[in-house]
């Protein structure tokens, strides 16, 4: 049992050094060539109209840009 533990501490240390690596390398992310529109349908209820948001996203580091509403006239 020792052993094992040994081996998770030792494997959980490595992971968290991975991590923040991943992260600094994501910080410098340029997301030149991964960004892709992204939207989402809202179909609308009894008391709110249709709308669908908009938005930019970077497949590499995914991070999201403001996002665009576009409210449609009918309701649901
Ligand atoms: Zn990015």
Known sequence: MKELEKAVIR?????????????EMLESCTHKG??????HYFSGS????????????CTL????????IKEHSYYG
């Open 46 to 57: 009894y008391y709110d109209k249709a709308h669908t948001t908009y938005w930019n996203e």
């Open 11 to 23: 494997k959980r240390k490595l992971i968290k050094k991975h991590q923040e690596e991943l992260k």
């Open 34 to 39: 991964f960004v892709v529109e992204k939207s």
């Open 61 to 68: 580091c995914g991070r999201k840009s403001e996002e665009t």
